[in-house]
């Protein structure tokens, strides 16, 4: 990978192509246009059979130039850097921070394809590209550009392996939090192809890493376990805490509270209810609420323990009274 900066001072990771694939690229551009060539010379040569011996040559020079200097000129400009060729091979022209090229760059690399792989059958171009760190040609180094890889193949996953079952759970006090990153891709890499390795050099590279990961933690692993054994066990221990705490706070975050409950107060015949509602009618001495119209004398038979009852036609009084400020007869 090579690292390019861009404008924003941003590093990116991009892998330059090589000159097999640069050249198989350009075998692939040089087939297309000498054949689109030929074909507009057999063209020409007829249509201009009546013409001089100088017309011929000048519309013969003019047809090289456009098509073999001028056609890939354009393509590169209008694709973005992207020929025929590179396209069929994954690869694309960028500048020096990693951006599109315009018609300068491209210009700038065609003329010197002239001189580079017309003129000298691409010896030029294949010296300098294997002498170049990120193989540029000479066109390259003038225009600012580089050719990069744009289809890279994606690295196979490698799942690790489970500890075995009399592991599970026995570096549950383990203390994790000294051991870097760094360390954990180590044993992470050496888990997922231990079994590519030779015995003895996994069993020595096993041992290493479990004596670092000790250091770190500062628990020797139990008497009798391997060190690969050892090894998986933490691995699996780590990935269990790190799918605890995942797991864990997004149940407590999405875990419905005591607020969101129906409250007591809207149950019926409590203090919110309907009774709270009558009561705020009329008081406890049998006496309507001030302002609700003129007074009315309590029941001398009335039980003092009884709850009082209203009727539905003072019902209809008070709420007459309490809209207009006038109370009917009874």
């Known amino acids: 990978m090579s690292d390019v900066v861009t404008g924003d001072a941003v590093v990116l990771g991009l892998q330059p192509a090589r000159l097999p694939s640069r050249a198989l690229a350009v075998l692939i551009d040089l087939v297309v246009v000498w054949a689109v060539y030929l074909l507009v010379t057999l063209g020409l040569a007829v249509a201009t059979a009546s013409l001089d011996e100088a017309a011929v040559t000048a519309v013969s020079i003019a047809s090289f130039l456009l098509i073999l200097v001028g056609a890939p000129i ?6 973005h850097g992207r020929s025929l060729g590179k396209l069929a091979c994954g690869l694309r022209v960028v500048r020096d921070d990693g951006g599109p090229i315009r018609f300068r760059h491209a210009l700038v690399r065609g003329a010197m394809g002239v001189v580079e792989i017309l003129m000298t059958f691409g010896v030029v171009a294949c010296v ?6 990120r193989g540029r040609r000479l066109g390259d180094v003038f225009a600012g550009t580089l050719v990069v890889r744009e289809r890279i193949p994606a690295a196979r996953a490698l799942a690790v392996p489970p500890p075995p079952p009399w592991l599970v759970g026995r570096f549950a006090g383990l203390d994790l939090s000294a051991v870097p990153e760094s360390l954990w891709l180590e044993i992470r890499q050496y888990l997922t192809r231990a079994r590519e390795l030779d015995p003895a050099v996994g ?22 376990v391997p060190a690969d054994a050892y090894l998986a066990g933490v691995v699996a221990e780590r990935q269990t805490r790190e799918a605890r705490r995942a797991f864990g706070s997004a ?19 409590t203090a919110g209810g309907a009774g709270a509602a009558v009561s705020g009618a009329v008081g406890t001495s049998g006496m309507p609420a ?18 009082p009852v209203v009727s539905p036609v003072a019902d209809v009084q ?13």
């Open 318 to 330: 008070e709420t007459t009274a309490r809209a207009t400020g006038f109370a009917p007869p009874a």
């Open 251 to 269: 149940g407590a975050a999405g875990a419905p509270g005591a607020a969101g409950m129906p409250g007591a107060a809207g149950a019926p015949g």
């Open 128 to 133: 300098a590209s294997l002498v170049s760190e």
């Open 290 to 307: 001030p302002g609700f119209g003129p007074p009315v004398a309590p029941s001398p038979v009335a039980a003092p323990a009884a709850a």
């Open 74 to 79: 354009a393509v590169e400009t209008l694709s």
């Open 203 to 224: 069993r020595r590279l096993a041992e290493r890493l479990a004596d670092e990961l000790v250091a770190r933690t500062g628990t020797p692993p139990p008497p009798g």
